[in-house]
């Protein structure tokens, strides 16, 4: 294939980088397991071995879940909730407004009520605050609870837990959140992060906190089965059942689709499909999916409903949609998240215009995109600091001023590692509290710091990010000529789905095409036909493109030559299979 310039801005303002790989690893996979070189590359760049293939390709739940008792205080969380559920004891569980949160505290309570416990489940809305509350653990007081379970939560919760405590209530963690040296007073805490966690099996790590919870069901099981406690009267559950739920979690919380994960997504896909969780089912109904969903159905399409009632709605429909038992129960509350999710979109872009209106209204100082609103809703910030940060490409920062406190959501670039720059401002005393990862970040401060707290980020990302011209990079994972863009093709490059995060769509670079037959669809759409001069033609189409570079570059190119960067998609329409290109970006060759 003709090389690209790697250093040479496309007509999207990006720069194309070619990924490189072992060619002798690439060789040796392609001839063991009769793979096309393009799959085998693919592979290779998704870390894998020649022994690590089958495992990629066709994931199993039983070959890749350990012993859960490997991770650490398994053995005597599950003791403890089997007791619990031998004599019946009230047990209360404690989740997260967000659809990892949902599905966690879900899958437990589903699990729960098939072994004779109806636990109480609160679920605390934003201004409650994330993770347990006193609020919550006097709630399970006046109820008589024995045992608090918590789920995508509880890791760093020292004084809500040493409150329990004064009152007697045990509780169990079960969570994925980065955990400290120091951890809480509990009676047990499940948490492949926990520092001190000798776990070998490093893709335990990676699990969204409903696969932590399905981990743990398992060793419940086992723990209940040891017991006698199941006989032909009170059969064993099937916990494959709530896959569904675990791959839902897994997806929307963007964890790494590796190792267990990717056969938590797989097999909970396949589950999906049959339709038997009723919550899942209406959520399906009411989106209008007619096919079989799909990972891009779960993060782009169910998980924002699940989350608009945690923005704006009522925290607790997640978990109450998930467990229900009816269908006109389901339909119900699938209709009233519908109606958050048109509120949810409705205040976000209100947020989004004002803070662009602010950005480009103003002469910026930093290279960066920093600003506050007055009772901006807290739900919608975190949403509106990506879309600024895809806007402009640089570390956004966007603050809700409310009457006590300013509440701010954080999205940055590859080059500012946020999770440090809120550290070092927590240290500074500039805002109150804070936390996050490279990418993403959430923090509060006072009023009257917004200021100094600009000209500290300001001065912090400037100095990380120098003098450079911040491109943004597209990372192409193979090149192809337009003869092999076809549906043979597309139909091996199933072998690497589940996609999401950490095996993201393959990205490939098809060299020397034009566009033909260009035109607009839908809401600013191009369809096309792409043609080379080796033969072959191939439906495409770019989304949201025709008032930008792109868009005008494909209506108006009269048989000039593009290299085109996408994703090779199968398509079934009528009964027909067929291939489409999804034109990310392009460039003239």
């Known amino acids: 294939m003709e090389n690209i310039e790697e250093n040479q801005k496309s007509i999207g303002g990006n720069i194309w980088k070619i990924a490189s790989v072992n060619e002798r690893l690439v060789e040796n996979i392609s001839q063991r397991y009769n793979l096309p070189y393009l799959v085998a590359k693919l592979l290779v760049l998704r870390e894998n071995t020649p022994e690590s293939v089958p495992d990629f390709i066709e994931p199993k739940i039983q070959r890749l879940l350990p012993n859960p008792s490997c991770l650490k205080d398994m053995d005597k969380a599950a003791e403890r909730i089997a007791e619990a559920v031998i004599n019946h004891e009230k047990i209360a569980i404690i989740g997260d407004y967000d659809v990892d949160g949902a599905t966690s505290s879900s899958v437990l309570r589903l699990y729960l009520e098939s072994v004779g416990i109806n636990p109480e489940v609160h679920i605390p809305d934003r201004e409650e605050g994330y993770g347990p509350s006193k609020q919550a653990i006097d709630e399970f007081a006046v109820l008589g609870v024995d045992l608090v379970i918590t789920t995508d939560c509880g890791t760093t919760a020292f004084d809500v837990f040493d409150y329990a405590k004064e009152k007697n209530m045990p509780v169990i963690v079960l969570d994925h959140h980065e955990a400290e040296v120091r951890l809480p007073d509990v009676y047990a805490l499940v948490n492949p992060k926990r520092l001190d966690d000798n776990s070998e099996v490093e893709y335990l790590r990676y699990m969204a906190a409903v696969g932590v919870v399905f981990v743990t069901i398992v060793a419940i099981n086992r723990a209940l089965r040891n017991k006698n406690f199941f006989s032909s009267e009170n059969p064993e559950p099937n916990l494959m059942q709530w896959l569904d739920l675990v791959a839902l979690g897994t997806v929307c919380d963007v964890v790494p689709l590796k190792g267990l994960n990717r056969a938590f997504v797989r097999q909970g896909l396949k589950v999906m499909s049959r339709r038997e969780n009723q919550g899942i089912r209406a959520l399906v109904d009411k989106a209008g999916i007619t096919e079989a969903p799909t990972t891009y159905h779960l993060g782009y399409v169910l998980g924002p409903r699940i989350n608009a009632c945690g923005r704006v709605g009522d925290s607790s429909f997640g978990n109450k949609l998930l467990c229900s038992k009816t269908p006109a129960q389901a339909d119900q ?41 007055k009772d901006w809703h807290q739900g919608v910030i975190g949403i509106v600091a990506g879309k600024l940060k895809e806007r402009y490409n640089l570390p956004a920062f966007v603050m809700s001023i409310e009457a006590d406190e300013v509440k701010g959501s954080a999205r940055s670039i590859p080059q500012v590692d946020l999770g440090a720059l809120i550290i070092a401002a927590k240290e500074k005393g500039i805002i109150t509290k804070g936390g996050g990862h490279n990418m993403a970040a959430g923090f509060s401060l006072e009023e009257n710091k917004i200021e100094e707290f600009r000209k500290f980020v300001g001065e912090y990302v400037s100095e990380k990010i120098g003098e450079e011209d911040i491109t943004p990079i597209i990372n192409i994972d193979g090149e192809l000529d337009l003869n092999g863009a076809n549906l043979d093709l597309a139909e091996k490059l199933e072998l690497l789905e589940p996609f999401g995060a950490g095996n993201a769509e393959p990205k490939l670079l098809l060299h ?44 108006n190119a009269k048989g000039e030559v593009f290299d085109v960067v996408g994703v090779l998609k199968k398509e079934t329409w009528q009964g027909r299979t067929s291939v489409q290109f999804m034109i990310e970006d392009i460039k003239r060759c």
């Open 333 to 373: 509350i699938a209709d009233k998240l519908g109606e958050f999710n048109a509120q949810r979109k409705e205040i976000e872009n209100y947020v989004l215009l004002k803070a662009i209106e602010i950005l480009e209204g103003t002469p910026q100082s930093y290279p960066i995109a920093f600003v506050a609103g």
């Open 512 to 555: 020397h095409v034009k566009f033909n037959k260009a035109s607009i669809i839908g809401s600013g759409h191009i369809r096309c036909f792409l043609s080379s001069s080796v033969g072959g033609s191939l439906k495409a189409i770019a989304f949201r493109v025709a008032d930008n570079d792109i868009g005008q570059a494909m209506l």
